[in-house]
């Protein structure tokens, strides 16, 4: 870290300095995870605003403009932070605050792997794993409760890591701050918070016995009162969505088969490797102050599993699976030269100084004939390395391990081209069986035109009543740059909330995924003005499920009458 011959250690030496324990917490490295921050801010600032606004950001804003301490899908903090997002920057201001959540997520894992004693190259990995795995990257495309989850979960690991390290009370009273201010952000929060009081119960009892874990629940407790309260005043809307959510995942038995897509593929395949070192880390020995995060990884999915949550719910779980794997990972940053001398010395090539994975440091070797093998090649790199490595250490560039550069690289791009709008519309179409959401984000200006268009041909106090939030979202918000200002409804989560004004819908504009069998529910006269379209051989949601644009005439009663039964959660 500063050229001191103490950091600067082969790959086997400092794989024997994990494998002997090294768990005490090292100055962060501030620097090189700061570059990897940058680094990866700028790749998702090139294609932040690409293709546009999605149908999520449009609530967000919409629920922010209608302040309260709880929505029926959702507490109030990225409602209030898009709001004022939007204000300031419009969508780039909405996307800033995705990008500086996972900015933040690099950052507090590359902390953690110092906590968990990982030198400048763990540290340096660890913060690249999060920034290079496609449930973090994809994530991060848009602003929403997901990032805000996961900068928050990041955040409690580091406090209570510190906090059980150290045992004082500003941690702990940093982690109960975190934690409800978290709550306000996404309620999931709170399951880590079963999960972590179960490993501090199993493994770390004795802190029990101090304030300081009592203080951070109760402050947490305080700061998640509001939102709390609310839900318990209006009926536990909250508890409403979730059973629809996990009936339309398929209940606990489809979440348990689908778990495995987590650790698998969300994680990104070139990094499992890492994830599985630092678990296996966990459960060995060197690992054993830090073993608390076992029962909670396990209590965590357990819950998120037995309620039919959706997959990447307990993605956040990665973070310190991330930082430990890297803690615990052969590799170090070491001179060029010192190495090139010791290598030289034992007659071997320099390139691909590392053995494939994560393992111990080996010298690529030549089989021919006079040549030593790799069975003699490895004996003489243990016998000459350290030496060779200990030597001129100033001003020397240091380098890292070439497969663990080789993973992250490879996870990166696979992370950029599935969860990034870097590909063309067509390309991002082919790709919504793996992931939808980039075309959910492609499209809402021409959708407002062409419902713009059709509001054109009616009087002027015809209101719109839209299918779902997105679609009325993006009435209200790009309706008027589209020369669109009228009053837009839906019975859609909180939208229900804000029900139009007292009267009888003589005639309404219906615009979104409406079957002509349920507006006939409300309207005697139903007809089709046009169906939502986009460019031939592209597809979002609105054209897949054939959105289209309606024409309602005679009511079958009052707006107060009919607007129970037009609220729906989902």
Sequence with gaps: ?????????????????????????????????????????????????????????????????????????????????????????????????????????????????????????????????????????????????????????????????????????????????????????????????????????????????????????????????????????????????????????????????????????????????????????????????????????????????AGGGKTYYPAPLLIPLFAAGAAAAPIEWYPRRALHSAVDEAGQSTRGWVSPGLGRGVPETDTAPGRPGPAAARRRWRQRIAPGASQGASGLRAIASASSVRAVAISALFAAIIGLPFLPPAAATALRPVNPELMQTYGWPQFTREVAAAAATQPAGVPIFASDFGEAGALTILGPAAGLRRPVYSGHDSYVYWPPPAGTPDTVLCVGKFQPAYLERFWAQVTEIAPITLPSGLKNAETEQHAAIYLCRQPRGTWEQMWPAMWHVD
């Design 1 to 305: 870290m500063d050229g001191s011959t103490e950091e600067i250690q082969s790959p086997v030496m400092a794989g024997a300095a994990a494998a002997a324990g090294g768990t005490g917490e090292r100055r962060v490295a501030w620097r090189p995870i700061a570059l990897v921050a940058a680094a990866a801010g700028a790749v998702h600032l090139t294609v932040a605003t690409r293709y546009g606004w999605h149908h999520d950001e449009f609530y967000y804003v919409i629920c922010g403009r209608h302040p309260a301490f709880g929505y029926v899908d959702q507490p109030p903090a990225a409602p209030l932070l898009a709001r004022f997002a939007d204000a300031a920057g419009g969508l780039f201001g909405v996307r800033l605050l995705a990008i500086l959540a996972q900015l933040g997520c690099i950052v507090l894992t590359g902390v953690l792997a110092a906590q968990f004693g990982g030198r400048r190259a763990a540290q340096t990995l660890a913060a690249a794993a999060v920034a290079a795995s496609p449930v973090f990257v994809a994530s991060s495309m848009l602003f929403g409760t997901t990032v805000l989850d996961q900068v928050a979960w990041a955040g409690l690991f580091v406090l209570v890591t510190g906090a059980l390290r150290e045992n004082r009370l500003l941690w702990w009273t940093g982690a109960g701050a975190v934690a409800g201010l978290g709550f306000e952000g996404k309620n999931t929060i709170a399951v880590l918070a079963l999960g972590i009081a179960v490993g501090v119960v199993m493994y770390r009892r004795d802190v029990l016995r101090t304030p300081g874990p009592w203080v951070a629940l109760a402050l947490a407790a305080l700061l998640a009162a509001p939102n709390v309260v609310w839900d318990a005043l209006h009926g536990w809307p909250n508890l409403r969505m979730d059973h629809v959510l996990s009936q339309q995942q398929g209940g606990p038995l489809a979440s348990l088969a689908k778990s495995p897509e987590l650790p698998l593929l969300l994680a990104g395949p070139p990094l499992i490797a890492l994830w599985w070192t630092g678990l296996r880390w966990l459960r060995s020995p060197e690992g054993r102050t830090h073993r608390w995060l076992l029962p909670a990884t396990a209590v965590v999915t357990a819950v998120f599993i």
